[in-house]
Each structure stands twice: as C-alpha cells, then as structure tokens.
C-alpha cells in the first residue's frame, strides 16, 4: 500500500492487531483447560493462579538462603501423638427389644464326682437378628346388635376404621410399607408385586400399586399445603427444575418429558411442584404474590415471577461454569471480574 494513504495502513494494523489480541486469548484459554485437565482433579476448582503455581517449575534457592537456614534454631520434635485404646466393638442399639436364647451344656454332670452341676452364670453376647416379613389376613367382624324384646328396634352396627384405600384388598399397613419402599429404599412397583406373589402367593398388578400410591399422595395434599405456606411466609428461597418422564394415555409411544420444580430453604422445608411443561406458568402459580429473595440459575422461567418487591439473585456456580469461559474469550466484563476473583 503506498505512503500516500496513512491513515488506511493505520486502520489495518489496527485490525490485525485486534485479531492478533483475541488469538492470544483464544490459546491462553486453550493453556489453560489443558492445564485443568492435567493437573484438576477432574473439575474446575482451580484458579488460575494455583495453575500457574502448579505448572511453572520450582524456583531455585540461593547461597544466602541456605545460610540463613543453618543458623536457624531446630523446632522440638512433635511429640509422638499417644494411641488411644481401640473402643471395642459397638453395641447395639439400646431401644432395640432384645430376645434371649439360652443356650444349654451338653454335659451337666460333674467328670469328677459324677453329680449334676450347677448354673453359675452366663457367657453373653449380641448379635443383630431380624423376623422376615409375615403376610396374613386380618378378618374384620363388626358387631351387629339388634333388641329382641322390641319389634320396632333396628340392627346398628359398628363403624369401619378410617382407610387410605376404601374398600380395597390391602390394609393401611401394606399401602404405607409400599409408599415407603418406593421412596425411602428406591424399590420399584414392579419389584415389589414380585415380592409380594413370591411371599404372599397373591399377583397384584402394578397399576393397583400405582393407585396407592396416588391416594396417599392426595392424602399429602393438606400436609404439602401447610408446608408451602411456611415456606412463603419466610423471605429467602430457592429453586430449581428436573425433567421426570412421564407416561401419557395418548399412546405416542413415547414418554411425555415433564417437570419437578423443587423450592426450598438450606436447613429447612422443601416442597416439590408437578408440572407437565417448563412455562413460567409454574413458579407463576406456586410464588403468587411473594416477596423476598429467589435464588436460581439463569433459566428465563423464573423472570417475572412473584411479587414486585421481589428480588432475584443467581448462582455463582452456574456462572462460573457456564459464563465465565465464554467471557473470558470474548473479552468481556465478566471475563474481568473472574480474573479479578482467581
């Protein structure tokens, strides 16, 4: 290009000097996601000063800093930490009922003079045992009185107990043991119908146990109720969603992908909210008219939800994993606050 136009040489080697900048931050960001693979324990936790401490070889020591070190007085030798005795084996529980079984002598009869000898005393230990799970039927008679000296007297009865399934074949015992195995031991309806033909001889079908399960969640509703509006009533809480496959009666073929919005307080309640879709229609409805501080990351869900005094806050985390790297390659604001941070 000839000297006659300055100003459009300046121009170019400005661009190139732009491109040439973003190439270097595009490679010092290559450096250092190798260096986290590497030298991370699998995850990005650190910064990008211990990167560099951990990458950059030991600096030498001088003459005068081995000197200086001689002369140091030596530190007392730690004294060597005293070994605690071993506390034994661990008891079991003491709320625990305990069965005795005594255990008798072969031999209770004297070698010497012959005689029956005597109990003296006993050698005792425990051992955790259990009583597998015994199907029975329970028959219910209610009474039913009537007057014999009284033509115009009527049969009364009495009143059935309250039930978690009316009229149905299980007891509130075996409705509840199902709902726990679910979701406190993670066992599967299926596999519990298994168990209960190998054990009890009886074939129930999964969708009956699908049904206990539904009416004692409708029986929860109540409890889920009181429990979102104590944690309504504080000023702090969090949120997050989770996608749960769920079986639709239109006969797609496939599993309708629904959602659990979770909300709740670090040492406090959560509640769980179903949803069929992702929508702002969710929080809409479980926040009303809340204020306080919501925590959550960056889904556009949770715009405009509650409150006008509301005040939504995200996730540190989610930034540093999600926005800081594309930040720190394009130059930005964020980009420098990490690198302020680390």
Not at 105 to 127: F, H, L, N, V
Not at 150 to 168: D, F, N, W, Y
Not at 268 to 284: A, H, I, N, S, Y
Request: contains cysteine; glycine residues 10%; hydrophobic residues 35%.
């Amino acid at each position: 290009m000839s000297v006659a136009n300055p100003q459009a040489r300046i121009a170019q080697l400005e661009r190139e000097l732009h491109w040439a900048q973003l190439k270097i931050q595009v490679l010092e960001e290559r450096l250092r996601q190798q260096r986290i693979r590497f030298l991370g324990p699998g995850s990005e936790t650190l910064s990008d000063l211990q990167l560099e401490l951990l990458a950059d070889e030991e600096p030498g020591v001088t003459a005068d800093e081995v000197e200086a070190e001689s002369r140091r007085e030596r530190m007392e030798q730690m004294r060597r930490r005293e070994r605690r005795p071993h506390p034994g084996r661990e008891r079991l529980p003491e709320n625990l009922p305990r069965v005795e079984k005594v255990i008798r002598c072969d031999e209770q009869t004297c070698k010497a003079c012959g005689r029956e000898t005597t109990i003296i005393g006993y050698d005792e230990s425990e051992q955790l045992d259990v009583e597998p799970a015994r199907y029975f039927v329970r028959v219910i008679k209610r009474e039913k009185r009537a007057c014999r000296n009284c033509e115009q007297s009527t049969v009364s009865m009495a009143r059935l107990e309250p039930r978690i399934v009316e009229k149905g074949l299980a007891s509130n015992a075996v409705v509840i043991d199902t709902v726990v195995s679910k979701y406190c031991d993670h066992l599967p309806l299926y596999r519990q119908a298994a168990i209960l033909e190998r054990e009890a001889g009886l074939e129930i079908g999964r969708a009956t146990l699908d049904g206990w399960v539904m009416r004692v969640g409708e029986s929860l509703i109540p409890v889920v109720e009181v429990v979102r509006k104590d944690l309504l009533s504080g000023d702090y809480i969090q949120a997050d969603e989770t996608t749960v496959p769920v079986q639709m009666h239109d006969r797609r073929g496939s599993n309708h992908e629904a959602y659990l919005w979770q909300y709740g307080k670090p040492g406090g309640e959560t509640v769980f909210d179903f949803c069929l879709g992702r929508g702002r229609e969710g929080p809409l409805k479980f926040l009303g008219n809340w204020e306080g501080i919501l925590q959550t990351d960056g889904y556009q869900g949770y715009e405009g939800v509650g409150g006008p005094k509301l005040v939504h806050v995200g996730c540190w985390s989610h930034y540093l994993d999600f926005g800081l790297m594309q930040s720190e390659c394009a130059g930005g604001p964020a980009g420098r606050i990490g690198a302020g941070m680390s």
